[in-house]
């Protein structure tokens, strides 16, 4: 059974940084082809993919948050981080991870999601 | 970047209604397409991967359609649980991108 969950601050303070852990089960990121990616989502808005990191550390980043986004594996935790710099209040956003595989790449399994708020 | 437009924003219909959601690709994607459906305070849930696929679990009256730019959910019969926010979202290409959704609400 594949499980996943989101775990960080849910108050940050303007510019900021924000780290973000998603802990795992049921997979592991030693396996080909499976990637853990990050989403987020303003209250009342869409859903935004922000990031991904795949089994053999190739990563990928939405282009609109540029240098913003760091995204690193730990396969001993079974932990993906996802780095935010800079934070502004229009990155309040509850923010998920899900399960993906390189050769499907939807989103079969969400954690839970966290709530980040940015404010002073 | 390839952007997903959803039509209707929201769609207001009752138990037993057939609905059909749209989502429109600014340029193909081929069958690249998932529908997910979300309720408040809740992470999505996959219904339809590769335009037409049935996720493992999900009601059969649930089923999707489309390839290129043009796609659609279809509800064949709306129940109770079916009232919810349904978004799609290509994966053909970096970056993957989500459509602004469409909200089922009861009529």
């Known amino acids: 059974q594949i499980t996943l969950k989101e775990s960080g601050p849910t108050l940050v303070k303007p510019t900021q940084t924000l780290t973000l852990t998603c802990t795992f089960s049921?997979?592991?990121?030693?396996?080909?082809?499976?990637?853990v990616a990050w989403i987020r989502q303003p209250p009342g808005r869409a859903l935004e993919w922000l990031a991904l990191?795949?089994?053999?550390?190739?990563?990928r980043y939405s282009p609109s948050l540029g240098s913003r986004l760091t995204v690193n594996k730990d396969t001993s935790k079974d932990q993906v981080v996802l780095s935010m710099t800079n934070m502004d209040p229009v990155d309040t956003a509850t923010y998920f991870c899900?399960?993906?595989?390189?050769?499907?790449?939807?989103?079969?399994?969400w954690g839970q999601g966290t709530l980040v708020t940015v404010s002073s | 970047d390839i952007q997903m437009t959803q039509s209707p924003s929201t769609l207001s219909a009752s138990v037993g209604d057939r609905v059909t959601l749209t989502c429109r690709a600014s340029?193909?994607?081929?069958?690249?397409l998932a529908w997910y459906q979300q309720k408040p305070g809740r992470a999505p849930k996959l219904l339809i991967y590769?335009?037409?696929s049935l996720e493992s679990g999900v009601p059969s009256r649930f089923s999707g359609s489309g390839s290129g730019t043009e796609f659609s959910l279809t509800i064949s019969s709306l129940q109770p649980d079916d009232f919810a926010t349904y978004y799609c979202?290509?994966?053909?290409?970096?970056?993957?991108?989500f459509g602004q959704g469409t909200k089922v609400e009861i009529k």
């Open positions: 899900a399960h993906v595989q390189a050769v499907a790449a939807y989103f079969s399994y």
């Open positions: 049921g997979f592991s990121l030693n396996t080909t082809g499976v990637g």
């Open positions: 990191i795949y089994w053999n550390d190739d990563k």
């Open positions: 340029q193909s994607i081929g069958s690249w």
């Open positions: 590769k335009a037409s």
């Open positions: 979202q290509r994966y053909n290409s970096y970056p993957w991108t």
